[in-house]
């Protein structure tokens, strides 16, 4: 188990995680550590990015294409990872409404309204000015999904994206 610490710069305040509790605290604006190794500083954009690669790990396991308002939704999130300012929180909102009507869908598999769930968290995680709620949740629902990655396996491709400066 690996061991990581979070550093609140304003206040000092530090604490431990193992990598089975990451990607459940990721904190805006914190100082991510591996030992005495500066892993990153966690943005609001990690954030986001974290909460989008969770539902594109459902989405690569299901057979066929989302459903069209699940697809437009993780669509303006795509764009708005590119560019803040070309896509407005009222777009965001109106396309989370739509992804929230997929989740009443009765007589789909299982994964449907999980993947319109994760889209509706990554679309709100987009809106929020702190993310980390929704990307603990997204977080939550993907380790809680058969077949999908571990804790530890979030913790891993979260630390490698923050060392990778994208």
Known sequence: MI???LLDPVTGYRWTVSDFRLTRNLRLNTVLLRGDEHLGIITRRDQVVFA???VGEILARLKGEPDRRVAHALSLVDRWLEDESC???EELEVARSAVYDVWGIAN???SVPRV???T???VWTTIMPNARV???RAAEVTATTPEINSYEAQARWFVQHLQSGK
């Open 52 to 54: 989008r690669w969770c």
């Open 87 to 89: 896509v407005t929180p």
């Open 3 to 5: 061991q990581y610490t």
């Open 108 to 110: 789909v598999p299982r």
């Open 134 to 136: 929704g990307a603990a």
């Open 120 to 122: 509706d968290i990554v």
């Open 116 to 118: 319109a769930e994760l």
